[in-house]
């Protein structure tokens, strides 16, 4: 059997690869023949380009740009044919191929204002046409931040009708669960994020970059939050490293490492405070205490993707929320950096991650035994 995967696999964001990377080593060692469909949404794939080179440090985002074709070929096997389109009609030649497509994971099912959203306005390839006659899974897809009021009639419609024609549905979090059952009335499986599959090999990437022992990562959008971490960090004596570019940070490393080492830089680090997902996930598989910030603006009334990770994990205290985050001092910083780390639960993350991997495992069991 041959399978395609369908999801974000060619953006700047570390997590997209390392989600895809996931789905890919997982189902290759399963025995099958596994490819990366090599679509891009155009204004999505623009959008990323312009901000890689205007708004980040420009000669490393250049560099960055022509390094990430490559290491995607090195380590995907894609599919023969690349295309870069919004037009569903022209994307989705690619899908004929597979006798499985497999969609997913990261936010495939988004539904947002088009300044924000990466995938392309409805009907898209993401939510695979009537057209492709393989078997259909979705595997841990996410709408995360998504407004379903902004469909038209006919958009609904592709909606409902594509989410019933998966032969296996499965999301990420709780807020892709229920928004799908209220306009579909589908209920998805509830499974973890790929990158809780697999373990990533030791890119030995602390002794490449010559960081010192004690250092602490930090990459939260938030300027007036990630002051206060930083200085608490530096009280302690220290360093203070951005996988990506932080103005607050002793070391930057946006353009000069790799997914897989940033996968595996969270091994080297005393503590992280992150509002990223996957800087979360890589944190607890890294056994390294982690803070996780929610700061977006839609999460003063939505549930987001990490804390509904967390509390199914029964990690909810690792969590800072919308409201903390803005009201937070000094003193409480300190205090939640203490907590964090004085009373780390390792036993408790161990189990975890085991749970969370062996959730997408069943789930998988049960499609490849169909």
Same mark, same amino acid.
């Given at each position: 059997?041959?399978?395609?995967?369908?999801?974000?696999?060619?953006?700047?964001?570390?997590?997209?690869?390392?989600?895809?990377?996931?789905?890919?080593?997982?189902?290759?060692?399963?025995?099958?023949?596994?490819?990366?469909?090599?679509?891009?949404?155009?204004?999505?794939?623009?959008?990323?380009?312009?901000?890689?080179?205007?708004?980040?440090?420009?000669?490393?985002?250049?560099?960055?740009?022509?390094?990430?074709?490559?290491?995607?070929?090195?380590?995907?096997?894609?599919?023969?044919?690349?295309?870069?389109?919004?037009?569903?009609?022209?994307?989705?030649?690619?899908?004929?191929?597979?006798?499985?497509?497999?969609?997913?994971?990261?936010?495939?099912?988004?539904?947002?204002?088009?300044?924000?959203?990466?995938?392309?306005?409805?009907?898209?390839?993401?939510?695979?046409?009537?057209?492709?006659?393989?078997? /259909?899974? %979705?595997?841990?897809?996410?709408? $995360?931040?998504?407004?379903? +009021?902004?469909?038209?009639? !006919?958009?609904?419609?592709? =909606?409902?009708?594509?989410?019933?024609?998966?032969?296996?549905?499965?999301?990420?979090?709780?807020?892709?669960?229920?928004?799908?059952?209220?306009?579909?009335?589908?209920?998805?499986?509830?499974?973890?994020?790929?990158?809780?599959?697999?373990?990533?090999?030791?890119?030995?990437?602390?002794?490449?970059?010559?960081?010192?022992?004690?250092?602490?990562?930090?990459?939260?959008?938030?300027?007036?939050?990630?002051?206060?971490?930083?200085?608490?960090?530096?009280?302690?004596?220290?360093?203070?490293?951005?996988?990506?570019?932080?103005?607050?940070?002793?070391?930057?490393?946006?353009?000069?490492?790799?997914?897989?080492?940033?996968?595996?830089?969270? /091994?080297? %680090?005393?503590?992280?405070?992150? $509002?990223?997902?996957?800087? +979360?996930?890589?944190?607890? !598989?890294?056994?390294?205490? =982690?803070?996780?910030?929610?700061?977006?603006?839609?999460?003063?009334?939505?549930?987001?993707?990490?804390?509904?990770?967390?509390?199914?994990?029964?990690?909810?205290?690792?969590?800072?929320?919308?409201?903390?985050?803005?009201?937070?001092?000094?003193?409480?910083?300190?205090?939640?950096?203490?907590?964090?780390?004085?009373?780390?639960?390792?036993?408790?993350?161990?189990?975890?991650?085991?749970?969370?991997?062996?959730?997408?495992?069943?789930?998988?069991?049960?499609?490849?035994?169909?």
């Amino acid at each position: 059997m041959k399978i395609g995967i369908l999801t974000y696999h060619d953006t700047f964001n570390a997590g997209a690869f390392l989600q895809t990377y996931a789905t890919y080593i997982y189902l290759k060692e399963q025995g099958f023949n596994v490819e990366v469909i090599d679509y891009v949404p155009r204004k999505g794939f623009i959008k990323e380009y312009k901000t890689k080179i205007i708004t980040k440090q420009p000669i490393r985002g250049l560099k960055a740009i022509l390094k990430q074709r490559s290491f995607i070929k090195e380590n995907l096997a894609l599919s023969d044919e690349r295309v870069v389109s919004d037009k569903l009609h022209i994307a989705k030649k690619l899908l004929k191929p597979y006798d499985m497509v497999v969609v997913g994971s990261d936010t495939v099912f988004e539904v947002r204002p088009r300044a924000k959203a990466f995938a392309p306005e409805l009907p898209n390839l993401f939510y695979l046409p009537k057209c492709y006659k393989g078997k /259909k899974v %979705s595997f841990a897809a996410s709408a $995360d931040k998504s407004d379903f +009021t902004l469909l038209d009639t !006919k958009q609904k419609e592709y =909606v409902i009708n594509s989410i019933k024609n998966f032969d296996f549905l499965s999301v990420r979090d709780t807020f892709t669960q229920q928004s799908l059952n209220s306009l579909t009335g589908e209920k998805a499986e509830l499974v973890f994020d790929p990158t809780f599959l697999i373990n990533f090999p030791d890119t030995n990437v602390g002794n490449k970059l010559n960081l010192s022992k004690n250092f602490a990562i930090l990459n939260v959008a938030n300027k007036k939050f990630g002051a206060l971490i930083a200085k608490e960090f530096k009280r302690r004596g220290w360093q203070v490293v951005c996988p990506t570019k932080c103005e607050l940070a002793d070391v930057n490393l946006n353009g000069l490492i790799n997914p897989l080492e940033w996968a595996d830089l969270y /091994k080297y %680090s005393k503590f992280t405070v992150t $509002d990223r997902f996957h800087g +979360t996930i890589f944190s607890l !598989k890294a056994g390294c205490p =982690v803070l996780s910030i929610d700061d977006a603006s839609e999460y003063k009334t939505q549930k987001s993707k990490k804390e509904d990770m967390l509390d199914r994990l029964q990690l909810s205290s690792l969590l800072v929320n919308y409201h903390s985050v803005h009201t937070s001092t000094e003193s409480d910083i300190k205090l939640l950096i203490d907590d964090t780390f004085n009373d780390w639960p390792n036993l408790e993350v161990e189990k975890s991650l085991m749970l969370a991997s062996e959730k997408s495992k069943v789930f998988w069991k049960n499609v490849l035994n169909d």
